[in-house]
């Protein structure tokens, strides 16, 4: 206590200049260790906040207003989300329109997929030509060219009613028909299992040699090691081709589009959830009304996707 | 998710499997092939085949072979098929820059870079994957609006200089953590700086995957659709995509050979990256189990 009275001046201010370094130097370490790794992030930083976390933000406040760009936002409290809920027959069959979608087109894209890699991976000789060559439609398959292409195939003087015209069969017209025009949507989606197939050749390959050899050596038959390794092996990549395709297949948006002239006619048999919410914003200038949409949008998906991995620890086998 | 693309293919025990096996499923995967290319090659026969063929023939071989649907087509709107291409092609080139750049060095700074929050903002990095865009759909072309963007291809370019497609984020950060720490420790020991480690030494080793990104980035900016049509409104800024709609809807069942000479056309880009790149893209969805 007494000895801090007694230093000299000339030491108190050493002393005072030595912490003055400590403060700085531990801000300069701060900096030297912080700033490099912000400064790469900047542009993802800035892009994150202007244009992914404000906008969700705004759009949550947007969802509770009656906002249409001519007027300032006018707060409605939940009334668009009881509409949806209650009194939007439109909002019920674009619904039912994209549910069907999904629970029709991820199951046979992904038994397509699963059939094919499986075939390949026996090792058949020009694999990677085959591989290229299923692979190709899900590469060009979102393009307009494509969807153009479709509406054609199924139209009712297309290419698939001549087809079916020389085994005697009058087709209808598919893609002007209510009942059959969301198949050929589906159709269009299954015959881009291109990705989904690669995928699974991909864990395939993962799967060790030596358990077939094994099982080989205990009489099991082709089936049972089908049924015994490789699919249980194959659940994780299963669950993930499952997972993507099926938030992919609720965000579909571009072949319903070109296919119904962007009505999703005929009688809203093609109305995709995209497309519906398309119309209110841009069609109708119902912008309130649009996000409200986007957020159930967003609620759907998480609610699937929270149930896949809920599910997922009863028939996903994991590696420990 | 990590899978070698490129290890040799299980040994196939030829000795153990019958002919009449291999023959039964290459004769499977022949006729398989055949199914999926067929509307392609139809599309593309349609393009070259005299009009009245389109719809009375369902063979992909045509009587005979003239372009002049291509001239037809070319210039079957107000505005020219050239014109279309040129826009599309300066907002997929840019889209291709902004993306390997704001992507790359975001991964660096995850891959490598120690900071307080890292975890947390690749935590978020990660959520924003999972996020439908139509949530910030309408606020974005709300500013977009008030900026007095709308009708320009800044809304469609800027924010890729932003990094906001993070899935490529994810995609380079896989490959950055596959590149052996030793190198950049040791350049750190001599006093580089990070940015210099970064060019030197990451971009250098990391050709594979940023080509990979710019080739999916221009893909899928080439076929994008819904972007331009939000934005776009002049039949001039029109990319390839909104042009070939404008055609659908004026041509209805006038200018068939036209429809699919343009449609044929705006594949023909993507169709190059497949045939030179197969490669890359396979892996590249092999690996991170992309969409498409």
């Not at chain 2, 039964?24 to 026969?45: F, T």
């Not at chain 2, 072309?141 to 924010?159: A, D, E, K, M, S």
Request: charged share 10%; proline share 6%; aromatic share 16%.
């Amino acid at each position: 206590m007494n000895n801090a009275m007694r230093t000299m001046p000339a030491e108190a201010a050493t002393v005072e200049r030595y912490q003055g370094v400590v403060a700085d130097s531990r801000f300069k370490r701060l900096w030297n260790a912080n700033a490099p790794g912000y400064l790469f992030l900047l542009p993802w930083l800035l892009g994150f906040f202007g244009l992914t976390l404000g906008p969700a933000l705004i759009s949550l406040y947007l969802s509770f207003t009656d906002f249409d760009m001519l007027r300032s936002p006018g707060w409605v409290g939940a009334a668009n989300y009881v509409r949806i809920a209650t009194a939007d027959p439109k909002f019920a069959s674009a619904m039912s329109v994209t549910l069907t979608y999904v629970a029709l087109s991820v199951p046979f894209k992904l038994a397509f997929a699963l059939m094919v890699a499986l075939a390949l991976n026996r090792g058949v000789r020009g694999l990677p030509i085959y591989r290229a060559i299923f692979y190709l439609p899900s590469l060009l398959g979102a393009s307009v060219a494509i969807a153009v292409l479709w509406r054609q195939l199924f139209a009712g003087d297309g290419l698939v009613n001549a087809a079916l015209a020389q085994f005697g069969i009058q087709g209808p017209s598919w893609i002007s028909h209510p009942s059959y025009s969301i198949y050929t949507l589906v159709a269009l989606s299954v015959w881009q299992f291109g990705s989904p197939m690669i995928i699974f050749l991909a864990g395939l390959r993962q799967i060790p040699q030596d358990m077939y050899e094994a099982a080989s050596l205990d009489g099991a038959s082709k089936f049972r090691q089908f049924y015994k390794i490789t699919l249980p092996l194959l659940t994780p990549v299963i669950f993930f081709n499952a997972v993507v395709q099926t938030i992919d297949a609720f965000k579909a948006f571009t072949p319903a589009f070109i296919i119904s002239g962007g009505t999703g006619g005929p009688i809203n048999s093609t109305l995709f959830y995209t497309l519906y919410l398309y119309q209110e914003a841009f069609g109708n200038f119902r912008m309130g009304y649009a996000s409200a949409l986007a957020w159930i949008l967003v609620i759907i998906i998480a609610i699937f996707t929270a149930f896949s991995f809920l599910s997922s620890r009863y028939w996903v086998h994991y590696d420990d | 998710m990590t899978a070698i693309v490129t290890a040799p293919p299980p040994p196939s025990d030829v000795n153990k499997r019958s002919l009449p096996g291999s023959i039964l499923v290459h004769a499977l995967l022949i006729g398989g092939s055949l199914l999926m290319l067929y509307p392609l090659l139809w599309m593309l026969s349609a393009s070259v085949r005299p009009e009245n063929e389109i719809f009375t023939s369902t063979s992909i071989f045509p009587s005979s072979i003239d372009f002049s649907s291509y001239l037809r087509g070319w210039v079957g709107l107000d505005v020219s098929f050239g014109r279309f291409f040129w826009n599309s092609l300066v907002i997929s080139v840019l889209t291709v820059i902004g993306n390997v750049i704001a992507c790359s060095l975001a991964a660096f700074a995850f891959a490598r870079l120690r900071f307080a929050g890292r975890n947390f903002w690749f935590a978020i990095m990660l959520g924003t994957l999972m996020i439908p865009y139509h949530v910030t759909l309408i606020p974005q072309y709300v500013l977009f609006l008030n900026l007095g963007w709308v009708n320009t291809i800044l809304p469609l370019v800027v924010p890729k200089f932003l990094a906001s497609d993070a899935f490529f984020i994810f995609l380079m950060v896989q490959f950055f953590r596959g590149i052996p720490r030793e190198l950049d420790e040791a350049a750190m020991m001599d006093g580089c700086s990070a940015w210099r480690i970064y060019w030197k030494i990451m971009l250098p080793l990391s050709l594979p995957v940023l080509a990979t990104a710019a080739i999916f980035s221009f893909i899928w900016t080439w076929d994008d659709f819904f972007g331009p049509l939000i934005y776009l409104n002049d039949m001039n800024t029109y990319t390839i995509q909104l042009g070939l709609r404008t055609f659908v809807d004026s041509t209805s069942a006038s200018d068939w050979g036209g429809l699919f000479a343009m449609s044929t056309l705006t594949l023909v880009p993507v169709f190059f990256f497949f045939l030179f790149f197969q490669r890359l893209l396979i892996e590249g969805i092999a690996t991170t189990g992309m969409k498409r």
